[in-house]
């Protein structure tokens, strides 16, 4: 099936303009897509539109790739019920950088032929002067068609600035741009872009008589009616350092079934056969989750790396498998912390494990943590064999050391089958 036809079955299309498909069949296409450098990272509401940039990759054609240095100066207004706070330009460069390390993951980035291109809109605003833009932009769009775009109409009675306003122009003279420069004919985007979009389409009419084409995807939300995307805890990021591997790789395990079927199409380049195979296990065996099992795999490697997915997997058992002690040895600092998050936590002095032979286990779960609720209670969990130190059973004569600690920091103390306890160590 050619592009648009792939996109459509995942339901990965929510507006395209006449004639778009044809352009495709055509001949060999050049699209790019657009992201402002709002934060350090983009997010996995980012990622279903780099999806079909991927795909029009996968398709043969040529995808070019655009952070917004001057974009993200200036504010996109669409979707906002305010307006967005400035940035610095030192902010603004990092945040450009940090984005590019992101996309350099998904894309290949370079110079040579089959490599995709990426682009800052910084570089050709730069130079141009206000006026300039005035005459040659500003002459060529209606304001009449600038005030009926849903960005700007939701707006105006809580108020929008001159700056954010003018948004549309200067992502309209972008296209313009990258249709003269690079020969992009196509711009991809989120649903809530298409008026900007749109108008960098009229603006490439008017100006040179050229034909350009649009294609939007829609903004994905859950079945909840809830953003994609969001946790308790905020944005689910595309970087490691502000969404770990593993708590990525759990975002995507814990998809509602419901979810999981659209995720599955637009966040995988999994085939339809081999999506409707894992859609009829999960249906006979509901509970061993092949659906989101294959999902969490399929995102994890592709934005983080087959080791990443290796290590979130190994990490998982600790609390919802069975591991072994070398495993848990193996773990990082910060993946301990990650795992544990939300399970009962203590902080304990290491004086404590200075005093001679060491801190002995019933001090340990009953005065220094609340494990157990008495001497007596840590005790009859002892001699019932219910109580485990780093995945390892102890008996009411075991004493720690140093030698125990976990990345000379954690020990990590079960009680029962899943009554899991970090004691951290400072």
């Known amino acids: 099936m050619n592009f648009v036809e792939e996109l459509t079955w995942r339901g990965m299309i929510h507006d395209i303009t006449p ?11 050049k699209a790019y897509l657009g992201v402002d450098p709002t934060a350090p990272s983009l997010t996995v509401g980012n990622l279903a539109s780099l999806m079909m940039l991927l795909h029009f990759q996968r398709a043969g054609h040529t995808p070019v790739v ?16 305010a307006e967005r706070p400035m940035m610095t330009e030192e902010v603004l460069r990092y945040n450009v950088e940090k984005q ?10 370079g110079e040579g032929e089959e490599a995709v291109e990426m682009v800052n809109n910084y570089d050709w605003f730069k130079d141009i002067s206000l006026l300039d833009f005035l005459r040659d932009i500003g002459k060529n769009v209606s304001i009449n068609v600038m005030l009926n775009k849903e960005s700007v109409k939701r707006r105006l009675e809580s108020g929008i600035s001159y700056t954010e306003f003018t948004y549309q122009l200067i992502q309209g003279y972008d296209f313009l741009h990258l249709y003269q420069e690079k020969g992009c004919n196509f711009q991809f985007g989120g ?11 009229e603006l490439i009419r008017r100006k040179v008589g050229g034909q350009a084409h649009v294609i939007t995807c829609p903004l994905i939300t859950k079945a909840d009616g809830s953003k994609f995307g969001k946790s308790e805890s905020g944005a689910v990021w595309l970087s490691p350092a502000l969404t770990s591997p593993y708590k990525f790789f759990q975002f995507w395990l814990n998809a509602s079934d419901e979810d999981v079927k659209k995720f599955i199409r637009i966040f995988t380049f999994l085939d339809q056969e081999t999506i ?21 795999e399929e995102v994890t490697v592709l934005v983080h790396g087959r080791e990443a997915y ?11 498998g069975k591991n072994t002690q070398d495993e848990l ?11 544990m998050e939300g399970v009962p936590r203590y902080t304990i002095s290491k004086a404590a494990l200075a005093a001679e032979g060491g801190l002995g286990i019933v001090q340990l779960l ?43 920091k954690f020990l990590l103390v079960q009680k029962g089958k899943k009554n899991y306890n970090l004691v951290v160590f400072e």
């Not at 290796?310 to 919802?320: H, T």
């Open 19 to 29: 004639d778009a498909e044809q352009a495709l069949i055509d001949g060999t296409c």
């Open 66 to 81: 655009l952070v917004g240095g001057a974009t993200g100066m200036v504010g996109d207004p669409s979707g906002k019920d």
């Open 100 to 109: 590019s390390e992101i996309l350099a993951r998904l894309f290949q980035l």
């Open 191 to 201: 649903s809530d872009q298409w008026g900007n979009m749109m108008a960098g389409k």
């Open 276 to 296: 409707e195979a894992l859609e009829a296990e999960q249906a006979e065996n509901p509970g061993a989750r092949a659906l989101q099992k294959r999902l969490a």
């Open 310 to 320: 290796e290590s979130a997997v190994a990490s998982s058992r600790i609390l919802f």
């Open 329 to 339: 040895a193996s773990l990082d600092a910060q993946m301990i912390e990650d795992v």
């Open 366 to 408: 009953a005065t220094d943590t609340q494990i157990c609720s008495s001497n007596g209670d840590a005790r009859r969990s002892l001699k019932g064999n219910s109580i485990s130190v780093n995945k390892a059973k102890v008996s009411e004569d075991f004493t720690l050391t140093e030698a125990a600690l976990l990345q000379d």
